[in-house]
């Protein structure tokens, strides 16, 4: 018999999996169920990435690049946090990974030491548990509040800073809630793990979707970051498997030596075909899909807010609305599940991202045509009532 390691006993279960098979098991019955619950995009790859993605196949391009992935694309990623989210970056310090779970895999492998703490807040993406347990740390969730747009603070900094804390772990926007942190608060709450002498990784891979076409990456107010991103979301590649992380150039030859052997490369033709994802034409379609969910968001807020869910905080990026079913239910789990038994329709229980807030909401993802939505909304109103 073959003995799990110690560490599996850490590793959290996504529930919201089981909200996802109990929908396939609906949709192969052949009910015509309402996916609002998974976090991907329901576009796909961009015309001009299909066609490099295509070319780079035919022309024999499979071939292991270096770790740290194809200068040329380092290059485009560094000119893209230039044009589009304003922090001047060294392409030296872009490394190209398997998506943003790599490049939070290799980043709790290349800083977090056994024993070590990380603080996130509640809720959070569940996964980044599992990767800093995955490096022997553990994670501290700090309860967070609408107060603070449900992210990490200053002063949650100064107040769960223990012996073993060694950084923070956020994302902005993030998931599930879709907020941001102002700009105000993330300058805060970085000098308070910098003065600690702590690490902060950031979390960016949402920030390209921000509605505020001013959202600047947090490297404009600090260079010494754990920058991570992805082409999963904004660019539609989520089975491309591809992202990048910026970091300090100290870290650079760290963490390539790292994903020399745990990964050797990110997907060579991914990276092909990646590099067509910043030609205009490609751009210009990203930014008329990141107007579209901003129209989606635009109407289901307020057609929630008109049945009783309410949405502490506007979300201002990504595709997620972060709903309180309170008024209906004090568990959502349930809800959850009678809501796809009921009206055919997934969401994702709260108690996915967080004990806090747990019993009380539900992640709500727009990743749907409006025409679903507003089919959604009617459901919805109807199973309430
Ligand atoms: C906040 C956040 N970080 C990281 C990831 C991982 O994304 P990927 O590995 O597809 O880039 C996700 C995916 O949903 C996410 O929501």
Redesign the pocket.
């Known amino acids: 018999m073959i003995k799990l390691a110690a560490r599996m006993r850490e590793t959290i279960t996504f529930h919201a999996v089981e909200v996802f098979k109990d929908a396939l098991a609906l949709r192969n019955q052949g009910h015509d169920v309402i996916s609002l619950s998974v ?1 991907e995009p329901d576009f796909t790859a961009a015309p001009l990435v299909v066609e490099a993605a295509n070319r780079a196949t035919r022309a024999g391009l499979g071939g292991y690049t270096a770790p740290a992935g194809l200068w040329a694309l380092r290059e485009a990623i560094a000119k893209f946090y230039g044009t589009h989210l304003g922090a001047n970056i060294n392409p030296a310090r872009v490394i190209v990974t398997n ?4 490049a ?1 895999s290799l980043a709790a492998m290349a800083v977090v030491n056994p024993g070590d703490e990380v603080l996130m807040g509640d809720p959070c ?1 569940p996964p980044n548990r599992n990767f800093i347990s995955s490096a022997g740390g553990t994670t501290r969730l700090i309860p967070t509040s609408a107060d603070n747009r449900f992210q990490l603070s200053a002063a949650d900094i100064d107040a769960n800073w223990g012996s073993q804390t060694k950084g923070a772990l956020i ?1 902005s926007p ?2 599930p809630t879709g907020t941001s942190l102002t700009v105000e608060a993330l300058s805060a709450l970085i000098q308070a793990v910098n003065g600690r002498d702590g690490f902060v990784m950031m ?1 960016e ?2 920030l390209a979707l921000s509605f505020d076409s001013t959202a600047r990456s947090a490297l404009t107010l600090d260079d010494n970051l754990i920058v991570l991103n ?1 082409f ?1 979301k904004y660019f539609a590649m ?1 089975g491309w498997r591809l ?1 990048w992380m910026i970091v300090p150039e100290q870290l650079v030859d760290p963490i390539e030596k790292l994903a020399a052997s745990l990964v050797i490369c990110a997907p060579t033709l991914s990276q092909h075909a990646a590099l067509a994802c910043f030609e205009p034409e490609s751009l210009a379609l990203y930014d008329s899909r990141r107007l579209e969910l901003k129209r989606r968001r635009d109407f289901l807020v307020p057609a929630l807010k008109k049945m009783g869910i309410d949405v502490p905080v506007m979300p201002d990026g990504a595709f997620y609305v972060y709903a309180d079913i309170s008024q209906h239910s004090s568990d959502s789990m349930s809800f959850a599940k009678h809501l796809l038994a009921n009206a055919h329709i997934a969401c994702v229980p709260g108690v996915d991202f967080g004990p806090t807030h747990a019993a009380s909401m539900v992640r709500i993802a727009y990743t749907n045509s409006m025409e679903k939505l507003e089919e959604a909304v009617h459901r919805l109103s109807k199973y309430l009532a």
């Open positions: 976090g998506g943003a779970s790599g939070l993406y994302a993030s998931n979390d891979i949402y992805s999963s989520t992202g």
